[in-house]
């Protein structure tokens, strides 16, 4: 059965540095979302993306998130100057459509800053 | 702000009873996900419900929609040690795609 996967699994890096999380999502889905999950709570919707823009992003996607679709197959997560409060697992989704098709996720990407 | 309760939390329970998890919120949502969670891995998708009053069936879960669509049900039968595990509701609304996950209930099904 097809599946998101993401890459890497763990990342630990210095606060203030830039960090890209990838994604390979469902070949023939055509929107794409990032969640976070800080340990021990909810699992938050950070951002979704159809047709090469942002359709919607909540308010802890701010100007150091972005996105981008560099080629047909990855969605990237970049942070550009990482935080210690951005340790997380970072979920990546797929859909074939918006509303209420269905997402499928990935297995997440552990982000640990130090 | 959209909040999804999830209850109970944790759940701990004897191989072959039943239970329900319950989703409930105040606000309309146009569909509702249930996932499965592992520890180290993501939401695993199990079903979604998107009429009001609807009722889904996989093998030994039962998924419920309520008729206002506020709120969702999941009821396991003669649960089993392989239904461990962390279940997640998730609802959608009509304008936006992003879903708003409840808090999770933690399942352990004792031998």
């Known amino acids: 059965e097809p599946e998101v996967t993401q890459t890497p699994s763990h990342q630990v890096t210095q606060m203030g540095q830039e960090v890209i999380l990838r994604c390979v999502p469902i070949?023939?889905?055509?929107?794409f979302y990032w969640y976070r999950q800080i340990l021990g709570q909810k699992v938050e919707f950070l951002v979704s993306?159809?047709?090469?823009?942002?359709?919607?992003k909540s308010e802890i996607f701010d100007d150091q998130f972005s996105v981008e679709r560099p080629d047909g197959s990855n969605f990237t997560l970049k942070i550009r100057s990482t935080k210690l409060e951005d340790s997380a697992m970072y979920f990546c989704?797929?859909?074939?459509?918006?509303?209420?098709?269905?997402?499928?996720f990935g297995d997440g990407t552990r982000l640990s800053i130090l | 702000t959209q909040l999804l309760e999830q209850s109970p939390q944790f759940l701990s329970i004897q191989e072959g009873e039943n239970l329900t998890v319950y989703c409930n919120s105040s606000?309309?949502?146009?569909?509702l996900q249930w996932y499965r969670q592992e520890p180290g891995e993501g939401p695993v998708l199990l079903v979604t419900?998107?009429?009001?009053?609807e009722v889904k069936k996989l093998k030994r879960l039962t998924f419920q929609f309520g008729d206002a669509r506020k709120d969702s049900s999941l009821h396991i039968t003669a649960a089993q040690p392989g239904d461990t595990g962390l279940y997640l509701c998730a609802g959608a609304r009509w304008n936006g795609n992003k879903l708003v996950f409840g808090a999770g209930t933690i399942l352990r099904v004792k031998s």
């Open positions: 989704a797929s859909s074939s459509g918006g509303g209420d098709q269905p997402q499928h």
């Open positions: 419900v998107v009429t009001g009053g």
């Open positions: 993306f159809y047709n090469n823009e942002i359709s919607e």
């Open positions: 070949s023939n889905h055509l929107y």
């Open positions: 606000s309309v949502f146009s569909s």
